[in-house]
C-alpha cells in the first residue's frame, strides 16, 4: 500500500499540450489517469496544485492509496480506478477499518452484513483485513460490530486510529 496525493486540472489542459508536456517531464508525477496527476510526495503534488492555481486549471487535490489487489464493493468505481499498477482508491470521502476482536462465528456473520455497504476489501499479512467503507458509515459499520459483538478499530492514513 502507497500513499499518492493527487491534483487533478481542469479538463481544458488535453488543449494545452505544452503545460501537459511541461508537467510530464519537469514535474515527473508518479501516475497520471486522465487529467488526474499522482505524486509520492505531498510537495511534488503542492508545486503542480500552485502551478495549475496560476494558469486557472486547477480543480482539486486530495489523498489516495495505491493497493495491489483486493476485493471491489459495489460502489468502487464512485472512489477508485483501476490502472496498470493496481488500485487507486481516493480517501477523501472513504473510511478504514480493521476487526480486532470476536469469534470467528461473529466475524464471519458480521462480514457478511459489513460486505454489503463496503467500497473495498484489502489483506494484509501484517494487519489482516482493512476494509473501505463511505466516511458517513462509520456510525453504521460500528452499528453492524457491535449487533455482532465483535470489536472494529477505525485507521486514518498516518495509521492514527479511534477505537470502537
Known amino acids: 500500500m502507497k500513499r499518492l496525493f493527487c491534483i487533478e486540472a481542469n479538463s481544458i489542459i488535453d488543449s494545452v499540450p505544452e503545460l501537459k508536456t ?3 517531464h519537469e514535474m ?3 501516475l ?5 496527476y499522482f505524486f509520492l510526495q505531498q510537495q511534488e503534488a503542492k508545486e503542480l496544485e500552485k502551478l495549475l492555481l496560476e494558469v486557472g486549471l486547477f480543480e482539486n487535490a486530495t489523498q489516495c492509496v495505491l493497493l495491489q489487489g483486493g ?4 460502489n468502487f468505481y464512485d472512489y477508485g480506478v483501476e490502472c496498470d499498477q493496481g488500485i487507486i482508491l481516493d480517501m477523501s470521502a472513504l ?3 480493521i476487526i480486532v476482536k470476536g469469534d470467528a462465528i461473529d466475524r464471519q456473520m458480521a462480514e457478511i452484513q459489513l460486505s454489503e455497504h463496503l467500497v473495498f476489501t484489502y ?3 501484517a494487519s489482516g483485513t482493512i476494509y473501505y467503507t463511505e466516511s458517513h458509515l462509520q456510525e453504521l459499520m460500528s452499528g ?12 486514518d492514513l498516518d495509521k492514527c486510529n479511534k477505537k470502537v
Open 22 to 24: 511541461i508537467i510530464h
Open 32 to 36: 497520471c489517469i486522465e487529467q488526474q
Open 95 to 97: 473510511c478504514t477499518f
Open 28 to 30: 515527473n508525477p508518479h
Open 144 to 155: 453492524i460490530a457491535h449487533a455482532y459483538h465483535i470489536e472494529v478499530e477505525f485507521l
Open 71 to 74: 476485493v471491489k464493493g459495489e
Open 123 to 125: 489483506k494484509t499479512e
